[in-house]
């Protein structure tokens, strides 16, 4: 079966629908001669057809390659044929649909450090294989394997591309992965089950080259925080400087660590009612143990807000300052009661409760 349609701007194009699976093999729709010249043009349009041949990929022979076309339409319909171009090739729809690949980064004694499955896309196949292109979640690695059946090979090509905006959870495996190798590990592929590799992962772009390590590192604390806060959403490359600081804190506060940190001095308004009970807890002493303080913490990264929870900064021993009569103000009869550090300056942090 065939279809002929025309355009203004390119022309008559001729479609040929096979009647039943094969038909193409049992009753060519055309043939053709190619000529290529000993040219660097030429050179290239005659790869791209065997590569069509082998592997079926698609590719468009121009018309000063084609020598000859003679093409087999029912009589009567013949016509001249003049600037014409061959398309050939193609994905072959369904062809990869029971395909599973999964990379994977294996270390010293075979342990494997890191994984990433990759969904299947286009395939196209040909006399000599197949040929099978590959992403992640993320999009941020893409791949492609060639099954050549005449000499029992298979070869895997990929790359990193960092995306610009992009899923935290998502773009994590695909960061861990690239980190292993940067790190010394090799490459393994999974095929339906089957292993094949280790063997050198070869030269690849990392999305931070050089500290892969401490990218994927960030990117696992920025996943732990939307996760256990429950505020998703997508993300730009870029963060400053205060933004890592933050999340990393706040993954580890959100891990049951506790930090530490230094402190200068710590003041509080009292009321007039709590005056009493203040003073009657710091005793009269000097110094003062066991001094905690509480606050909700939020965090802020790229415009969005993630409620952390109740944390509590636990100081060292610590001695009074002052007080301060704050007069009438907001809190008529209200103090400022001011602690600075007795000896150490070391504070301690911890999450208290979650936000729910």
Known sequence: MFAIATSPDSGPHVSFIPRYPGANRDRPPFSAKFDFPDTEEGASAQRALQETVDFGTATVVASEFISELVVNVPAGFGTELEGYEIALGGPTPGLADDVRVVLKAVGDGGAVEAQLPLDA??????????????????????????????????????????????????????????????????????????????????????????EAARYAEFLGHLATVQIKAGVFFDVRHEFSSEEVNDIEQASRLLNGETLEGTWQRVSMVVSPDGHGDVEAALGGMPVVSNVQSGSDLSIVVQGNEIPVGLVVDTLDPAKVLSWEDLGGGDTPGATKLTLVPANSNKVTRSLEAARA
């Open 121 to 210: 896309g286009e395939a196209s196949s040909g006399e000599r294989g197949v040929l099978i292109s590959l992403v992640d979640k993320s999009q941020a690695v893409t791949a492609e394997i060639r099954f050549d059946v005449s000499e029992l090979e298979l070869t895997l090509n990929w790359t990193y591309s960092q995306p610009d905006v992009y899923s935290p959870l998502e773009l994590l495996p695909a960061a861990r992965f690239a980190a292993a190798l940067e790190g010394g590990a090799q490459l393994a592929v999974e095929f339906n089950g089957e292993t094949h590799g280790p063997c050198d992962a070869g030269p690849f772009q990392s999305a931070v080259p050089g």
